[in-house]
């Protein structure tokens, strides 16, 4: 079935249908209707799979997918017109050309910690592009994945775009098959396999991975302001976000005052009747909840820490250090370990060394600063006195670096991520006969006179 599926595919991106603008512009206007018309079943589903609320549905997954559709759009024309480039002497006269190519049938493997998002927002620069896709949402949130299909089966285009729906067999079944690129976000351990699989045929891929994100507050940040924007960053979603601080080193000088504004902001925020929300996300499963619940030390809780069924508290731990275990793995659970610090550059060298994350984040009156500790550190994205808002920025590609991930998307990014630029010269008549044989002592004074070699 799958096969048949990628056959078709292939089939209906070679008749061309999905290279002229005004098809590509169909397809994104027909989904985003139905995206306006399938918003209320989306919300239902994520409540079912693992309690996520109305209001953190529409803003950390639907508008963003709208907004992603909306921009691809708006610029659509503008991306996939063909460019002029300067060319060289040694080929005057002539012209350059950088043509936009659609790669043809693309696979994009979503996961379940933002199973519409991960799923729906690459689409849309994929589809843009003029490829077609194989879209694979993830089990673990099943609700969303029937919702995704109906979705699509209503779209009514399935060489344009199908849904696979299934776990372990279907993934394995799906990587079996040749592909023109992939685009996967996920753990770093799948994501070896894939790119493994993706070796057997060159296909091309995006790797969207993650890590463990640091977040500095320095002695001379605004305390309030960054326990503020700390504590919505860590525990939206439930904490299982990509992009989350994983860990947060204090300034040894702010950490009572630090500490103290970050209690003041869980209670406000997640306690507002004096209980926990019952709109705080769950974990998603039993496997997560026993590796989340297994970072926590009793000793070192100084807020939450208690478990009912899959909903685990808003935790923190103090005076963590790194023979740890919450500081052996990415936590994606709701756990703020806080570590101190006393030296930004001891600090740097240490962050530094490890693995590149695919978030950083830095809290700082000092602006130059900022913007000297952001350039020296390695990772794929991040924020100057704010966590997680720098991916909402269509103008900003998304991306990991190193072992968090490889290539990027949103905006313009996704558009050329699923697009080849393809480099095209036209000659004219003339030309300088340098190149051709034979080579006389007066053409090789002449060829190091144009090139500056001796």
Request: overall charge positive; hydrophobic content about 40%.
């Amino acid at each position: 079935m799958i096969q048949e599926m990628v056959v078709k595919q292939r089939a209906y991106f070679d008749t061309g249908a999905t290279r002229p603008l005004a098809a590509r512009k169909a397809a994104l206007q027909k989904i985003y209707s139905l995206l306006g018309e399938y918003q209320s079943q989306f919300v239902e589903a994520f409540k079912a799979d693992y309690n996520k609320c109305e209001f953190d549905v529409l803003a950390t997954e639907y508008y963003l997918v709208m907004e992603e559709c909306r921009w691809q759009l708006k610029h659509l024309k503008k991306m996939s017109k063909t460019k002029s480039v300067k060319t060289s002497i040694f080929n005057f006269p002539s012209k350059g050309y950088l043509m936009q190519e659609p790669y043809g049938v693309c696979l994009i493997i979503a996961p379940w910690n933002y199973p519409f998002q991960l799923a729906l927002e690459p689409l849309m620069g994929c589809i843009a592009a003029g490829n077609t896709a194989i879209i694979k949402p993830a089990s673990a949130t099943a609700n969303v994945a029937k919702t995704i299909k109906a979705l699509f089966d209503e779209f009514g285009n399935p060489g344009l775009i199908d849904v696979v729906l299934g776990s372990h067999q279907e993934n394995a079944d799906l990587l079996e098959q040749k592909y023109d690129y992939i685009f996967f976000t996920g753990g770093a351990s799948t994501g070896k396999e894939i790119l493994a699989k993706a070796a057997v045929h060159l296909t091309p891929c995006s790797l969207e991975l993650g890590g463990k994100s640091p977040c500095i507050i320095d002695e001379d940040a605004d305390i309030d302001l960054a326990a503020k924007r700390c504590v919505w960053g860590k525990y939206i979603n439930g904490g299982q976000t990509c992009v989350a601080p994983d860990y947060f080193y204090v300034h040894e000088k702010v950490h009572d005052a630090f500490l103290e504004a970050v209690k003041k902001y869980i209670k406000q925020y997640f306690y507002p009747a004096g209980k926990l929300s019952e709109n705080f996300p769950y974990i998603i499963n039993d496997k997560q909840l026993a590796k989340v619940t297994g970072f926590l030390d009793p000793a070192k809780i100084v807020v939450g820490g208690k478990v009912s069924g899959r909903l685990l508290e808003p935790t923190v731990m103090d005076h963590v250090s790194w023979d740890d275990k919450v500081m052996s793995d990415e936590i994606f659970g709701p756990i703020m370990p806080i570590l101190t610090f006393n030296n930004l550059n001891d600090l740097l060298a240490l962050i530094n060394v490890k693995e590149k994350p695919l978030a950083f984040y830095y809290f700082s009156k000092n602006r130059k600063k900022a913007k000297a500790v952001m350039l020296l550190s390695p990772f794929g994205g991040g924020c100057i006195n704010d966590t997680i808002m720098h991916l909402t920025n269509d103008n900003l590609p998304f991306g990991g670096v190193g072992r968090s991930g490889m290539g990027a998307y949103h905006g313009a990014a996704s558009f050329k991520t699923f697009s080849h630029q393809k480099s095209v010269l036209a000659k004219g008549k003339l030309e300088i006969n340098l190149k051709y044989p034979p080579y006389t002592a007066k053409k090789m004074k002449l060829f190091k006179k144009f090139t500056h070699l001796k």
